[in-house]
T-cell receptor
Framework: GDSVTQMEGPVTLSEEAFLTINCTYTATGYPSLFWYVQYPGEGLQLLLKATKADDKGSNKGFEATYRKETTSFHLEKGSVQVSDSAVYFCALSGGSQGNLIFGKGTKLSVKP | NAGVTQTPKFRILKIGQSMTLQCTQDMNHNYMYWYRQDPGMGLKLIYYSVGAGITDKGEVPNGYNVSRSTTEDFPLRLELAAPSQTSVYFC????????????????FGAGSRLTVL
């Protein structure tokens, strides 16, 4: 079945460092891809999405490009801030029932 | 604009007790979902509903039941609580997937942390 694999955490960076969180997927067909973010004590929020190959999703300085040839959707940010500390989830659309299939999440801690 | 509201936020149960986690949304979304989140394991789908009166099992439905009598509400019932059900539970809702892309943006509640002792 469909699945999402993302890099293990936790990831600890200094403020203004470059961030990459790797995400690869296995799916039949052509799913839409998502990054969700979960701040401490809160629910998940959509960060960005891409619905077809070569699409780039972007939001709040984060970017991810849908790479069909490598089945990847890596999350990047050029300069992280302390406020970016959160857990990041990669996900793909699971079919006609509309649910999402999530990776295990990557915890990011940004130190001042 | 409340979005998705879950109650309670925290609950401790004894083994064998039953309880209902409440979920309500005010966005008139047809689709609703219950996920559980275990440490280091991501989110697993328990049950989902594509409209009032329609529910179906997800990946991990055992030990749970749901109902969907209205568009707004989607309660999750635990009949005989077990320690394996200790988790954080998230309710989410969405409009139907986009016809062209299948893209579906879920709106999540803040979660309900359940401990079974």
């Amino acid at each position: 079945g469909d699945s999402v694999t993302q890099m293990e955490g936790p990831v600890t960076l200094s403020e203004e460092a470059f961030l990459t969180i790797n995400c690869t997927y296995t799916a039949t067909g052509y799913p839409s891809l998502f990054w969700y973010v979960q701040y401490p004590g809160e629910g998940l929020q959509l960060l960005l999405k891409a619905t077809k190959a070569d699409d780039k999703g972007s939001n709040k300085g984060f970017e991810a490009t849908y790479r069909k040839e490598t089945t990847s959707f890596h999350l990047e940010k050029g300069s992280v801030q302390v406020s970016d500390s959160a857990v990041y989830f990669c996900a793909l659309s699971g079919g006609s029932q509309g649910n999402l299939i999530f990776g295990k999440g990557t915890k990011l801690s940004v130190k001042p | 604009n409340a979005g998705v509201t879950q109650t309670p936020k925290f609950r401790i149960l004894k083994i064998g007790q039953s309880m209902t986690l409440q979920c309500t949304q005010d966005m008139n979304h047809n689709y609703m979902y219950w996920y559980r989140q275990d440490p280091g394991m991501g989110l697993k789908l328990i049950y989902y509903s594509v409209g009032a009166g329609i529910t179906d099992k997800g990946e991990v439905p055992n030990g749970y039941n749901v109902s969907r009598s209205t568009t707004e509400d989607f309660p999750l019932r635990l009949e005989l609580a077990a320690p394996s059900q200790t988790s954080v539970y998230f309710c989410a809702s969405s409009p139907p997937p986009a016809i062209d892309s299948g893209a579906n943006v879920l709106t999540f509640g803040a979660g309900s942390r359940l401990t079974v002792l």
